[in-house]
Structure formats: structure tokens, C-alpha cells
């Protein structure tokens, strides 16, 4: 397939845990942005120019290629499969279009069918798109909805307005409609008040945690853990951080002055794992039951392959992580762009 060279199982070191735990599942992306597992074990990635890529049984296939903006941070990212998929053949992307000059971001329904993936419907259009903050992870909570962050696209102010869907979490039915019990009614919004959101997953008991970057140049840092309630406020760009204002809802978790530049995450277990683009590293964070404060964190991977774009958990276990070196930010191998198995 274009983009996966070859699917590999050459082992790699790691500074933080031992070598023969790190693995190449496939090499040669260009900038893979999304996994996810097929019930079956398929394992499916988006790569930002357009294509979306099929690793089974050892070997790889492009099943589509999308007309997409790959401009700055947008192109094909985000990336879920119908919770019945292995019987409806049904995944959902998000990507960013060019509409007559303007950058939008745009949500789709694919149909797989015999290794070819084609376009079905359009759900939701006209997401406020840029080079920068285009949010775009989408994930099936175990509700059975399908959730898609948001980011400001460039345009902080548009985070506070519920006229805007920018710098939200969204939450939709598999056909794109808007949820009867959704917060705001007729509306798709979940949540407000979001910087850019490139995390979302579920613990155990079913609560929404969201990873969020935090703010660049001065103040720096300050990416946020946030557990996701309904209808609330999260408070960009009023504040940032742990502001303890009590309009928003502070982060579980703050990283204060260090910066991880969060992407996708995941949990496994009890612990929840964070790829880091600009903190090169795979975080383990343990959460308190209660969710009212944050134990250890620990760095995995730290520096050895450079920027990490998302995690999910695989049914043998495992992590599987992308390294995101050649998005114009890294300094690529010759093998990148990677997808990594981590045992933990």
C-alpha cells in the first residue's frame, strides 16, 4: 500500500522500558494520524495527505484515498469504526476540505467493501478549519454516539460561542443527527470552552476524558487532563490551565510549565496512556478513583522516537503508537512515519 512499506517486527530500544517490548508493526507512513481496531483484529490508519490503510494478517492495503487539504495541521485525521463494523462495514473520518477558498472541516461515513473503502454521506460540514486547531479525533463512546473534538481553528473566541461548533466536543448519532438528550437541544455541542482537543477515551466506568494542548508562546504550557461532563465549560480562552474560576471546570490534571502537546490517548487498564508530539513520550498516568487528583505519571518512550501522534489499546493487549516525525516538526528516520506495538 502506499505509505506502509512493508509490516515489520524488528525490535527497537527504549529508554524507559526494555528493548524487546517496542516493536515496528509497519513502517513508511507519511504522517498516520488515527488507528483503530476492527473487532477481527484489522487494524486500520488514516495518513494526513488522504489515504487510509488496512494492516491485516502481515500484510497492508490502501483501501481509500481521499481529496483532501493536507495544509499545515489538517489533511485526514480523525478515524472510528461503527461499533458493529465487522457487519456494516461502516468507519467515519474527519478532514479538511478546501470550500471555495476556505478551510473546513468535514465528517464522513465510509463503506468498506472487498479492501476498497468508498464514500457514503456526508454527516456534518462546515466545521471552522485552519492550518492550525483542527481538533478532529472521533471516538464511539460506550453509549453507542459518535463524539468529535473541535478545535479553535486559529479563532479563540469562537471556544465560548454556542453558535459555533469550534472549540467543542461534539456528540452525534452513527447518521449524523443530533442526540435527543444532548445538552443544548437540536444542537451537536457536548462540551465548550476547548483550546484543541486531540484525545478522547473512556475509563472503566464509563467517564469521558479528553487530552487538550494548552496555550504557545507566553503563557507556555499548561496541556490539561480533562474529564468531560455534559453541557459544561472548559473555559478557553478565558482561562487556561488550573485557574480555579468558578465559571469553568478546571483539568483533572495540568502539566504547568512543561509542555507534552497531547495527542491521542487511550486507556489500558486502570492507567490512562498519552502521546506526546512536542514532549516526545508516551505518558502513563494513574487517576484517582474519585478523579479529584492525579498519582504517578510516568514517561515512556521519552525521546527515543520522537514525536507520537496517538495510542489505542489492541486486543492482544498492547499498545500500538505512531510516531508523527514527518509533519514538518520532526526530524524523521528513514523509516518513519512508524506505528509502534508497546507492551507496557
Known sequence: MTGIVAVLVVLLGASTIAAQQVSVVAGGLEVPWALAFASDGRLFVTERPGRIGMVEGGRSTTVATLGVAARGEG???????????TETGRLYVCYTADKGGRLVNR????LLRERRAVEERVLLDDLPGAAIHDG?????????KLYVTTGDAATPRLAQRLDSLAGKILRLNGDGSVPADNPFPGSPIYSLGHRNPQGIAWDRAGRLIAAEHGPSGLPFGHDEIN????????????VYGRSGDGRFIDPILDSGSDTWAPSGIAFLGDHLYVAGLRGQRL???????DLDRMLPVTALLAGTHGRLRDVVAGPDGALYVTTSNRDGRGSPAPDDDRILRVVP
Not at 478532529?136 to 453507542?144: H, I, Q, T, V, Y
Not at 505518558?283 to 478513583?289: E, M, N, S, T
Open 283 to 289: 505518558l502513563r498516568i494513574v487517576l484517582a478513583p
Open 227 to 238: 474529564r468531560v461532563l455534559p453541557g459544561r465549560n472548559y473555559g478557553w480562552p478565558e
Open 75 to 85: 489533511g485526514l485525521m480523525g478515524l472510528a469504526l461503527d461499533p458493529r463494523f
Open 107 to 110: 465528517v464522513v461515513a465510509l
Open 136 to 144: 478532529c479525533r472521533l471516538k464511539f463512546g460506550p453509549d453507542g
